[in-house]
């Protein structure tokens, strides 16, 4: 595994030692244990159904999730959702979804479910190497938005599709587009106040954090200030009308650091 470098193994074993498998063929759960036996103490822990997915996750906290794609019992776009908007410490494990049928529609379903990597079945030792590399030693920022939770979609790259791709990974790693895509997920969060509270305030909560963070790298301290402003204010009982007024105002005060053409676009 891994060519034999022994740190290689060690790094990647010490991020999979609880792996749940959610799948109907009970073969699947088999092959994976045999092929992570190298990792060493590997627990599998094996759910024929999504709904037993869930609830095993809930008790086992899995470092790594394999998902069937669509078998009956199995969903494994709605299982993945599920999980990314959940209360649960698992929430932002790295998930594989499995399937025979890996088209440009599955695979791009995947990424946009919140899915890390994806796997045609049959799957060999390599296949396998090459996804438990990207999930535990490639980490992938997350984005906390409302209508998206998971991995950045811009990093995901599936080597089972060959066809044109729909979004490249670009500058969005430098501080000006970090400042656009948070601003742009603290405008729709601020939509989805009354209609998807918890994950609003939750995405509200960790663009709060990267304004800050960007605010930081690029010594502009009213951001840094209004941005903690922000963070203050998630933290306040959105139930009570003063604490929901001092989050909308918050907002307001940051999108005054959208670019011209982004706000006039907002407006």
């Known amino acids: 595994m891994f060519d034999g470098n022994v740190r290689t193994i060690q790094r990647v074993a010490a991020k999979v030692q609880r792996v749940m498998v959610v799948d109907p063929n009970p073969a699947t759960a088999r092959l994976l244990a045999e092929h992570l036996r190298p990792l060493g103490g590997v627990q599998i822990f094996a759910a024929p159904t999504a709904e037993k997915g869930y609830a095993m996750a809930r008790t086992t906290d899995p470092q790594l999730i394999f998902v069937e794609h669509a078998q009956p019992g199995v969903d494994g776009l709605a299982f993945t959702r599920k999980i990314r908007r959940s209360d649960l410490a ?6 594989i979804m499995c399937t025979a049928e890996a088209t440009a529609e599955a695979i791009f379903g995947a990424r946009d479910a919140g899915v890390h990597e994806f796997m045609r079945k049959p799957f060999n030792l390599k296949d396998l190497e090459r996804r438990l590399e990207a999930v535990t030693l490639k980490p992938r920022d997350w984005i906390e938005a409302v209508a998206y939770v998971g991995p950045d979609r811009r990093r995901f790259n599936s080597a089972d599709y060959k066809g044109p791709r729909k979004r490249k990974a670009d500058g969005a790693g430098t501080p000006a587009a970090r400042l656009s895509q948070a601003l742009r997920i603290v405008k729709s969060a601020a939509a989805a106040l009354d209609s ?48 929901r007024a001092e989050l909308v105002a918050r907002i307001d005060a940051l999108m005054g650091f959208l670019s011209p053409d982004e706000a006039g676009r907002a407006a």
């Open 90 to 95: 698992c929430r932002e494990a790295p998930v």
């Open 196 to 243: 998807d509270p918890a994950q609003a305030r939750r995405a509200l909560a960790a663009q709060a954090v990267e304004l800050r963070r960007v605010g930081e790298a690029v010594k502009d301290s009213r951001l840094v200030l209004a941005a903690a402003a922000l963070e203050t204010s998630t933290q306040a009982d959105l139930a009570g009308a003063s604490g």
